[in-house]
């Protein structure tokens, strides 16, 4: 079973920044990585994916704010977040969509509070 390690996230005042990392157990090389988040009540929504050529969407609300990007040679994807805001409180999950089935990281908090 591929293993994805999170890491970097934590208790940040509105307006700060996180960086989120994940690295997998195998390559990356071909593979297109996500990153999903779920609040308490709502639904898990993407919040941005990566393709294998680096092509890149994100969720609206974090457009401008967030960057996912992907280092092949480390097996790993970040996401960058800037001037967070309360409703990006969630846990954030590191995804990889291998064959025959994604895999999924344990799950990392991200909470955004005076």
């Known amino acids: 079973q591929v293993h994805l390690e999170e890491s970097g996230g934590g208790l940040v005042q509105p307006g700060e920044s996180l960086r989120l990392a994940c690295v997998a157990s195998?390559?990356?090389?071909?593979?297109?990585m996500a990153w999903y988040r779920q609040a308490p009540g709502k639904k898990r929504e993407l919040v941005a994916e990566?393709?294998?050529?680096?092509?890149?969407n994100y969720l609206g609300s974090v457009e401008g704010r967030f960057t996912i990007d992907r280092d092949n040679a480390y097996s790993k994807v970040s996401l960058e977040m800037n001037n967070l805001k309360p409703e990006d409180s969630a846990v954030y999950y590191c995804t990889a969509r291998f064959q025959p089935a994604d895999d999924w990281g344990q799950g990392i908090q991200v909470t955004v509070s005076e």
């Open positions: 195998r390559s990356i090389v071909g593979v297109v």
């Open positions: 990566i393709s294998r050529g680096g092509i890149t």
